[in-house]
């Protein structure tokens, strides 16, 4: 092997993204609402087609061939999430429908089994509402407290008033990888320790993560990761929890029914053994294989020479924001990842959102469900241009263009 | 530009937008009426005196995208002065106009709001002034939310 050259050829990954190479408003569509979902490779699309064409049945309860291929097609996705995440054993990796039920399922689990009355919960104040809805539920039905960790004018978390707000009676510690709102990624691994010599499991939401940087739950020492594959180059409906093997165990199971048991009579119900313990019913068998198939092809990207790339998109993003009049940016963490989240003087991040779409480019207008995060800043929405691995430099500059044409015509 | 989009910012929406008529909150009002769209946090009060089955006076407070403001503006200035029943009528048209189910024909100048019908996502931004107001004409005393 040579020695390693981080050049990304950003042409040549287009290429494997059937839906770039299309018109919107008879402009190129310029994609930057990848926090939302990304778009999804060829090989994606390929794989999930030659399931439902070729290997199409239930799973975990067939004797019969395609029963067979099947349950191996979703066994080996969730062996490629294991490898990914480089989780000790694949029975610690849950397929759920996504970060949202990963994350109900961790903290319906606390409420009834862990959180007693007195406890604490500890989250941030960057978090989405899937990490903050979840735990006010928890906290309600077991009488414990949901603590907020402070963020700062630049986004970050205050790190300070993290570690004062942990307690003997913090029992979890949940707080984003990266905000998908401000684009900040956490000094997890410092926040994860904090957590930790407190006394307190840890839940990392990753939804916003790992598009964009690699995860090792073992070197995190996390208890539990909570992901998204739509936001992974895969397919909507699936997502992952990691857990911690004795968590897993120990929490007790969420949904109930078919493939989640061993043995039931009336009288009482055995359940299955991890991970299908927490998979009750059929499962998105085709969203596991697109989910399986999308960390594959992950797998074949040059990972530094990607994450290079998309820091120069963010870089030149920043960059031309401040050449450009009115342009306030919300969310000036030290380290971020693949979000511009910004305020234009005198134009409605809904008019933006309007006004690029007919320049075929695509952002996100709103709250970007984290409405904490916009009273945080005083705005009652941002508008938001968030990256992917697909897009390009000479794209962020047509961005600032139709911006700038923006500022203009509402001026 | 494109003509849909000219359509939908054009220069008075722009204007009402920048410079909202009928703006800030009055001393005195009879009814009062909040507003809110979670998707785009948009949000306003509509304040009005009602008298005689007449709005004397009306006037809102708020923040919100450029058809949002405009629309609000718009209609403050169209609906003061008229007796409440042709306030809600006008209100029906407005609300079929802009999905589409409507020509301009009676509504004035409110037509040049028409271009919102080529915009799903911005209908609920042309209207969240007018539903306070109806809540208001019908004596629905519940905050407005557009979801
Ligand atoms: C940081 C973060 N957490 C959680 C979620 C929820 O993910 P999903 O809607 O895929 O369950 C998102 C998605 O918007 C997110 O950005």
Sequence with gaps: ????????????????????????????????????????????????????????????????????????????????????????????????????????????????????????????????????????????????????????????????????????????????????????????????????????????????????????????????????????????????????????????????????????????????????????GTPHIAGVIGLGAAIEWLRGVDWPALIAHEDRLLARATERAAGLPGMTIVGRAQRKAGVLSFMLDGVHPHDIGTFLDFEGIAIRAGHHCAMPVMTRFNVPATARASFAAYNTLAEVDRLFEALDSVRRTFA | MNPELRALYQEMILDHGRRPRHFGVPEHYTHKMEAFNPLCGDRLTLYATLEDGNVKAVQFEGQGCAISMASASMMCEEVEGKACADARTLYEHFQQLVTGQRGAEDIGRLEILAGVRHFPSRVKCATLAWHSLDHMLRGDSTPVSTE
């Design chain 1, 1 to 280: 092997m040579t020695a390693h050259q981080p050049v990304f050829d950003v042409e040549a990954l287009r290429r494997q993204f059937p839906i770039l190479h299309q018109e919107v408003h008879g402009r190129p569509l310029i994609y930057l609402d990848n926090a939302a979902t990304t778009q999804k490779p060829q090989a994606v699309i390929d794989a999930i087609d030659r399931y439902y064409a070729h290997d199409n049945a239930n799973v975990h309860r067939g004797v019969h061939s395609l029963s067979e291929r099947a349950t191996a097609a979703m066994e080996q996705a969730r062996e490629s999430v294991r490898s990914f995440l480089n989780a000790g054993e694949v029975a610690e990796v849950i397929f759920t429908r996504g970060t949202t039920e990963a994350i109900n399922l961790v903290a319906h689990g606390f409420a009834r089994e862990v959180l007693r009355p007195g406890d604490e919960v500890l989250i941030t104040a960057l978090e989405h509402h899937a990490n903050i809805v979840p735990w006010q539920q928890a906290c309600a039905a077991s009488g414990a407290t949901l603590k907020v960790a402070d963020i700062d004018d630049n986004g970050e978390v205050v790190l300070a008033d993290f570690e004062a707000k942990l307690s003997e009676r913090t029992r979890i510690a949940a707080f984003a990888h990266v905000s998908n709102a401000l684009g900040t990624i956490n000094p997890i691994e410092k926040m994860i320790a904090l957590a930790r010599a407190a006394g307190a499991a840890v839940l990392i939401d990753g939804a916003q993560a790992v598009a964009h940087t690699p995860v090792d739950v073992q070197a995190l020492d996390c208890d539990f990761y909570a992901l998204s594959g739509h936001k992974l180059y895969g397919p909507t409906g699936i997502g992952v929890l990691y857990g911690r093997h004795e968590w897993l165990e120990r929490l007790p199971v969420y949904q109930t029914g078919g493939d989640m048991i061993r043995e039931v009579s009336f009288d009482k119900s055995v359940f299955a053994p991890l991970p299908h313990k927490f998979e009750a």
